[in-house]
């Protein structure tokens, strides 16, 4: 199994920045795609952005240009750096890691979110 462990939510001004990372550990053989995703109340979960294990990125239209994905592929962690922060941003953050375990099964992996909230 892999597991994702997210970090670095917390509440902060409109205008403010704040980074997310996410770790994978597990039993893990290779990562190629991940990403962060956000789901605010009432509504669906919906993409941030991605990043494959080769670094090509795609953003959702909302935070291109404020939002930037990385990755450390040695560590097996994803960050995401928000800056420009707005209070439309405020949602629970998802880390997902589309992942090959040691057994070579395939398989698309969930951490437990965390909060990030934009208020004043």
């Known amino acids: 199994q892999v597991q994702l462990v997210e970090s670095g939510g917390g509440l902060v001004q409109p205008g403010g920045s704040l980074r997310l990372s996410c770790a994978a550990s597990g039993r893990i053989f290779s990562i190629n795609r991940m990403g962060w995703y956000r789901q605010a109340p009432g509504k669906q979960r919906e993409l941030v952005a991605t990043?494959?294990?080769?670094?090509?990125?795609n953003y959702e239209d909302s935070v291109k240009g404020r939002f930037t994905i990385s990755r450390d592929n040695a560590k097996n962690t994803v960050y995401l750096q928000m800056n420009s922060l707005k209070p439309e941003d405020t949602a629970v953050y998802y880390c997902?890691?589309?992942?090959?375990?040691?057994?070579?099964?395939?398989?698309?992996?969930w951490g437990q979110g965390t909060q990030v909230t934009v208020s004043s």
């Open positions: 997902n890691a589309d992942a090959l375990t040691l057994e070579l099964r395939k398989g698309d992996y």
């Open positions: 990043i494959t294990r080769g670094g090509s990125t």
